[in-house]
């Protein structure tokens, strides 16, 4: 059981098999020095101290070798995607031929939904979760009008109960019981934006499944967090960003899943481009498309390879610590969080995130009640860094990577004194 002392916080952090991976970060200081209390790893994760090296290689390497470092380059540009491809497939729990890391993550929805969003007069659907990211809203929106439906018609709604805030499988049952034969597309936050929850994507895609419509998953809150097992799970695709948890810095490079089961399917439709094509042949310039195997095939452009530096050292330390020690520190400093949170007992404040860890990433949304974003502006004015979500949430993650007990620690002392 835990306790409410600092010297059980900092005893919790002197036991943390992965205590020392914070001092790998770049955290925030104020003017005294202090670390900012840093909770928003789930809009922008913090900056590992190797990133500068890993990018700086690459900014020598085109110096030095101009075009030619697509060949010489220390870490060759030609396959530099290949480099990221095992510990990113590790992180989803996928084969390497189902992950790819290009773009940005509401690209590769658009272009997922180009291969998995095929409608028919009669089977259009697309069934989203209430609370979605705003991004995923307005993509499926626009594939709905660009195939030519009513969005009114086309867009249905997984919503919480009345008088609830988190989803219900047995109503997506019902969804796709009552219009299933209509529906054709799932697309599904697997760790919800706002509440935090993390679904059952298994579930999700046995039930979608048995309707035939195809099953897509944002990862975008839960990779780097949870262990979504992407290959087992059985869904067709998924996507998410790598600038969150994934620490690779502001509008990086997103992940791109795949199931196995399509890889080589060639008669899929897809948007198409140079990188899309089979490696062997590319340079020849004159061939007929002829669509690279698995995830990569939808790649389009020769990548970022700053970008993917970036990417490569953040993944480089996942693949040390691996996932499922993160995901056990996780779960701790999350409950921990949580129950110092409860021990204010405070009736102001309500946790809208689920309490069984198995059904949360590491985020714990805290609904304040007659909160205004003022509230929010005193917290960061106290380098309390947390992320505020109208009319009345503050979301914070602690992130298993960097945040420390005594972080968790700090961050309530200081929420319980300007509550008061
Ligand atoms: C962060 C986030 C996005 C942002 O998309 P970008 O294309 O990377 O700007 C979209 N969807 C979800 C669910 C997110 O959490």
Known sequence: MHNTTLEYAQQKDQQDPLASYRSKFHI????NGNDWLYFTGNSLGLQPKSTKDYINQEL???????????????????????????????????????????????????????????????????VIESDAFPS???????????HGFDVSQG???????????????EDLESILEEQGDEIALL?????????????????????????????????????????????NSGVDFAAWCTYKYLNSGPGSLAGLFVHEKHAHNKDLKRFAGWWSHNKSTRFN????????????????????ILSMAAIKASLDMFNEVGMDALCKKSKELTGYFEFLLNQLHNDK???????????????????VKDADKRLHERLTDAHIITDWREPDV???????????????????????????
């Open 349 to 367: 404040i309500k946790i809208i995130t689920p309490s069984n860890p198995d059904e949360r990433g590491c985020q714990l949304s805290i609904q």
């Open 285 to 304: 310039m004159r061939q007929p498309l002829d669509v690279t195997p698995g995830a990569e095939g939808w790649q389009l452009s020769n990548p970022p």
């Open 60 to 126: 020598e390497d085109w110096a030095n070798f101009g075009v030619e470092g697509h060949f010489e380059a220390k870490n060759p540009w030609m396959p530099y995607h290949e480099f990221l491809t095992e510990s990113m497939a590790k992180i989803v729990g996928a084969k390497p031929i189902e992950v790819v890391t290009m773009n940005t993550l509401t690209t590769n929805l658009h272009l997922l939904m180009v291969s998995f969003y095929q409608p028919t007069k009669t089977k259009y659907k697309i």
């Open 187 to 231: 697309l599904i936050g697997g760790v919800n934006y706002y509440t935090g929850q993390y679904l059952d994507i298994k579930r999700i895609a046995q039930l979608g499944h048995a309707k035939h419509c195809m099953v897509g998953i944002d990862l975008a809150h839960g990779a780097g967090n949870i262990k979504p097992e992407l290959h």
């Open 28 to 31: 925030p200081k104020d003017a």
């Open 155 to 169: 867009l249905i709604e997984w919503k919480p109960r009345a008088g609830e805030t988190l989803l219900n499988m």
């Open 394 to 420: 503050i979301r914070c993650a602690p992130v298993p990577m960097y945040n420390s007990f005594e972080d968790v620690y700090r961050m309530v002392e200081k929420f319980k004194a300007i509550l008061s």
């Open 136 to 146: 995923d809203r307005y993509a499926v929106q626009t594939q709905l009008e660009f």
